[in-house]
């Protein structure tokens, strides 16, 4: 992949984890909630938080020490 195609997944996949962050904090401030649903969301927000450590471990350039 290009360079910019991982900076722009980048921000895509970071968007996406803030959106699920607002999900997730909409959800419990209701009060009466889907507890399934918000351990879903959950999940998926810690597999996001994965793929962005990989696109950005790609973009950092290995450092020899």
Not at 15 to 41: F, M, N, P, S
Request: charged share 35%; hydrophobic share 40%; glycine share 2%.
């Amino acid at each position: 992949m290009e360079r910019e195609e991982l900076e722009a997944k980048l921000v895509a996949l970071q968007q996406e984890h803030r959106d699920l962050d607002h999900a997730i904090d909409a959800l419990v401030e209701q009060g009466t909630y889907d507890q399934l649903k918000v351990q879903r969301l959950k999940k998926r927000k810690l597999h996001l938080k994965d793929l962005i450590a990989r696109v950005e471990s790609q973009l950092t350039p290995d450092i020899i020490a």
